[in-house]
């Protein structure tokens, strides 16, 4: 069965951790790519008859004898391709040009400059000019395969990019797939575009069709049993799968007392209500909270959570008379910053619960359509299936819910101080008209408690952090600059509104060095 529209890109993946921004800048171009891993990259490329290749980087060397390389039926194929550091230098290697490695490597911002005009460039890049560029690279290309000649070089790389015309191959040495690098979208929108000739109509409705004929392929008869959090991610996912496989699915909300003011309530009405779709409510608060008494280290609790999840889903499979796949909502940014790809050392920042704390034990394969994308595209999707705008346009939550925005221990009553204080200050957004303008915006009850006065009487209570971020995909943050008299207005509303708090503060930390939440 085919599912890939006719007009697609391969994406042969290396291993580096930056391939599924590949896959969004040719998303973006508008066109469909699939990324395979490169010992499959033969089978995906004659099932998929692609109409140009993107080769990856990747953390290996060409330089080792078992270093990953391009498979021949890609080589020999006549088609365009682009080839990104390490693809750059795989294709040099194996085509008879020379790869050693470099002194110290090169990392970070570079400078190069233009010295010839190629079909990559057109309309975007002219000889003399200098572009900014991200690198990040050890080995480089030391000589050419024939046919190639150099259209732009750094000091560090006098082959930042090199061309071969005639077989329409372009290679560089930086990665234009990360944000560092400006018009590396331009670069990806020429390439397939211009150089493939492709037309660019793909879109978000084509993403839909595509995935509900995967889940399909993927689930068979089979039943799926899906965790709703209560954010857009799960919401989305549910729907998808709802419209692929009806009655098959069966959504579980697993209600921890976590949620955010009238969340869960909202949740219930648009599942049954709006879609129609089965949904179990468990309130599982007094087993949540109950777990966490005591519990004061953020790793701790994230890890309760998630285990605690799992266990009632996996009760809640047993109830529905079990089910053979569990869907989730995970999102690429999940997934790069909970597991190292590469499996190497790279330091696990927080648990997510969604993909870190899934114990071992479960017995049900995963089904996560949106696996692939960035949160901007899952409202994009959402929109496309008919989730109403308040709903897909909502701030993120993160799984663990209040539970990772109270330091210290979660009890019942510091969740309902919290979730009031939340309230005020997402009203006063929403009325001042900016909360599309933010990423995320929230509130933390802190564990300190300080001195204060109201009336004539001394007080002796909890302190609230405010956090409002910009952001486009979570992984880097910077602080959204409220004007004085707002957060004075959300301030005092709050100090006179919510019992239990007398001081507001505002979190002033981008990520990194911080993260978007406290814990
Ligand atoms: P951090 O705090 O790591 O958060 O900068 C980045 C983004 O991820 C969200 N987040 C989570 N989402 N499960 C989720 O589904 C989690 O365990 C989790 N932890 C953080 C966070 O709200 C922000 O949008």
Redesign the pocket.
């Known amino acids: 069965m085919s599912i890939q529209p006719s007009d697609s890109i391969l994406i042969v993946d290396f291993g580096s951790q930056v391939t599924q921004l590949i896959a969004r800048r040719v998303r973006e171009a508008g066109v469909y790519s699939e990324i395979a891993p490169f010992n499959q990259a033969a089978a995906a490329f004659e099932r998929m008859q692609p109409k140009g290749i993107i080769l990856s980087g990747s953390p290996a060397s060409v330089l080792d004898e078992n270093g990953p390389r391009i498979p021949a039926e890609i080589l020999d194929s006549g088609l365009p391709i682009m080839a990104i550091c390490y693809g750059q230098q795989a294709l040099m290697h194996q085509l008879g040009g020379e790869v050693l490695p470099g002194d110290s490597g090169e990392f970070g911002r570079a400078f190069i400059t233009i010295s010839d005009g190629c079909a990559l460039f057109d309309g975007l890049w002219r000889e003399g000019e200098t572009h900014q560029v991200w690198m990040s690279h050890g080995d480089k290309v030391t000589s050419l395969a024939p046919g190639f000649k150099p259209v732009a070089s750094s000091p560090g790389a006098p082959f930042a990019v090199i061309a071969n015309e005639e077989k329409r191959i372009y290679a560089m040495q930086f990665h234009p797939e990360v944000v560092h690098t400006p018009d590396g979208g331009k670069l990806y929108k020429n390439f397939v575009r211009h150089v493939c000739g492709l037309s660019g109509d793909w879109t978000m409705a084509e993403f839909r069709k595509t995935k509900i004929e995967e889940i399909r392929a993927q689930v068979g008869k089979g039943r799926v049993i899906c965790g709703l959090?209560g954010?857009v991610?799960s919401a989305v996912a549910a729907v998808l799968i709802h419209e692929a496989i009806g009655e098959q699915l069966t959504c579980v909300f697993v209600d921890h007392g976590l949620m955010r003011l009238g969340e869960a309530e909202q949740v219930v009405s648009l599942f049954r209500n709006h879609y129609n779709i089965p949904l179990v409510h468990k309130d599982v608060s007094t087993l949540f909270l109950g777990g966490l008494a005591g519990v004061t280290d953020p790793e701790a609790k994230?890890k309760f959570?998630?285990k605690t999840f799992i266990d009632v889903f996996e009760e809640e499979a047993r109830q529905v008379g079990g089910a053979d796949f569990l869907a989730q909502?995970?999102?690429y940014?999940?997934v790069i910053?909970s597991v190292s790809f590469t499996g190497g050392p790279s330091v696990t920042?927080?648990?997510?619960?969604?993909?870190?704390?899934l114990p071992e034990r479960m017995n049900m394969q995963l089904v996560e359509p949106l696996r692939e994308l960035f949160?901007d595209e899952v409202r994009e999707l959402g929109r496309e299936l008919g989730l109403p705008d308040i709903f897909v346009g909502r701030?993120?939550?993160?799984?663990?819910g209040l539970a990772?925005r109270i330091p210290g221990e979660v009890t019942r009553e510091r969740c309902d101080v919290l979730r009031k204080a939340d309230a005020i200050y997402l009203e006063e957004i929403r009325n001042a008209g900016l909360y599309d303008a933010i990423?995320?915006a929230?509130a933390v009850l802190l564990p300190v408690k300080t001195v204060g006065v109201m009336g004539d009487g001394r007080t002796y209570d909890n302190v609230c952090a405010l956090r409002a971020v910009t952001?486009t995909d979570?992984?880097t943050?910077d602080i959204y600059p409220f004007d004085a008299a707002f957060l004075s207005r959300v301030a005092t509303r709050i100090i006179n509104e919510v019992k239990g708090i007398n001081r507001v503060v505002y979190d002033y930390t981008s990520?990194p060095p911080?993260?978007?939440?406290?814990?």
């Not at 920042?349 to 870190?356: A, D, F, L, Y």
């Not at 911080?514 to 814990?519: C, M, S």
Request: no cysteine; aromatic share 10%.
């Open positions: 959090s954010g991610d994230r959570i998630g909502g995970t999102l940014p999940d910053e920042i927080k648990s997510h619960h969604n993909v870190g704390g949160k701030h993120p939550f993160p799984g663990p990772i990423w995320q929230f952001s979570g992984m943050a990520k911080g993260t978007i939440e406290w814990e």
